[in-house]
Antibody, heavy 120, light 106 residues
Framework: QVQLQQSGPGLVKPSQTLSLTCAIS??????????WNWIRQSPSRGLEWLGR??????WYNDYAHSRININADTSKNQFSLQLSSVTPEDTAVYYC?????????????WGQGTLVTVSS | SYELTQPPSVSVSPGQTASITCSGD??????TCWYQHKPGQSPVLVIY???RRPSGIPERFSGSSSGNTATLTISGTQAMDEADYYC?????????FGGGTRLTVL
């Protein structure tokens, strides 16, 4: 079955860049029938979608705001999140998740979550 | 930007029916998904395409959508259903989540 395994540091200093990786098993980051997403959850904001990467005839990305970058690594079958210039408000549990391309498809596979704390 | 509004909390007695609403401008023209989120766990998709259940989701979970409102209904609510529930829709190329509803089974 499809699984997503997250990795990355749990503590980031203010103004630095948060980096997380999501390794895919049982599916391909290059799949034409899925997109690969990052979502975070905090008590104050609930679930918040950050962005996605996906491949059709070429690679596409969509982001919630300008501090976000998401890259796919086809050689390792994984994708990564970079969030720049972090502040304590970026403290949250970060999840990677898959969604299909069908209209109305939901985020059906989720990573285990990574608690990231922004603190000096 | 597009917004989805949910009540912060809903309470229900065991065995009764719980209804959680999600409101957004012309939401009925989009597909709505619903997620169950328990503390310390990853969210779980319980409804997609307004009213379809993924495999493994109990039949007591159902969904509907019309006009500006989508509704998640849990029939015969069990103690294990106590969780936060989030609605979600796509607006252009952006996924939007509601603020979440804490379901308490009293």
């Amino acid at each position: 079955q499809v699984q997503l395994q997250q990795s990355g540091p749990g503590l980031v200093k203010p103004s630095q860049t948060l980096s997380l990786t999501c390794a895919i098993s049982g599916d391909s980051v290059s799949s034409n029938s899925a997109s690969w997403n990052w979502i975070r959850q905090s008590p104050s904001r609930g679930l918040e979608w950050l962005g996605r990467t996906y491949r059709r005839s070429k690679w596409y990305n969509d982001y919630a705001h300008s501090r976000i970058n998401i890259n796919a690594d086809t050689s390792k079958n994984q994708f990564s999140l970079q969030l720049s210039s972090v502040t304590p408000e970026d403290t949250a549990v970060y999840y990677c998740a898959r969604v299909g391309i069908g209209a109305g498809d939901g985020f059906d596979i989720w990573g285990q979550g990574t608690l990231v704390t922004v603190s000096s | 930007s597009y917004e989805l509004t949910q009540p912060p909390s809903v309470s229900v007695s065991p065995g009764q029916t719980a209804s959680i609403t999600c409101s957004g401008d012309k939401l009925g023209n989009k597909y709505t998904c619903w997620y169950q989120h328990k503390p310390g766990q990853s969210p779980v998709l319980v409804i997609y395409q307004d009213n379809r259940r993924p495999s493994g989701i109990p039949e007591r979970f159902s969904g509907s959508s019309s006009g500006n409102t989508a509704t998640l209904t849990i029939s015969g609510t069990q103690a294990m259903d106590e969780a936060d529930y989030y609605c979600q829709a796509w607006d252009s190329s952006t996924a939007v989540f509601g603020g979440g509803t804490r379901l308490t089974v009293l």
